[in-house]
Nanobody
């Protein structure tokens, strides 16, 4: 599985950005997708995840109600729509894939469970 994230940029507080993660994988691959971020001097943290079937989505408390994860199956691309951005959302954002067909019962927030990672894309939110 190869992942390529793009769509980052600079935006003022209150603005919006949409990140994209294009996945190159076998047609029979079964992977959940997640977004993580890492701010300077901080550990990487979970942002959002979508189960393989799409039946379940998960969000960090800090982004609930502001961020939305979705997928275009035809393009095999996962999106992270980010709205009402805050300066504390500034970070490098990474998309990742986990081999699981489960919708729940998996710790989607754990980066250790994701086997595939894309290169990050920088998001900078100014006040």
């Amino acid at each position: 599985v190869q992942l390529q994230a793009f769509g980052g940029g600079s935006v003022q507080a209150g603005g919006s950005l949409r990140l994209s993660c294009a996945a190159s994988e076998r047609p029979d691959s079964i992977t959940a997708k997640g977004w993580f971020r890492q701010a300077p001097g901080k550990q990487r943290e979970f942002v959002a995840a979508r189960s393989w079937s799409g039946a379940r989505t998960y969000y960090a408390d800090s982004v609930k109600g502001r961020f939305t994860i979705s997928k275009d199956n035809a393009k095999n691309t996962v999106y992270l729509q980010m709205s009402s951005l805050k300066p504390e959302d500034t970070a490098v954002y990474y998309c990742a894939a986990m081999n699981t067909l489960l919708d729940y019962g998996v710790d989607f927030q754990s980066d250790r469970l994701y086997s595939y990672w894309g290169r990050g894309t920088q998001v900078t939110v100014s006040s």
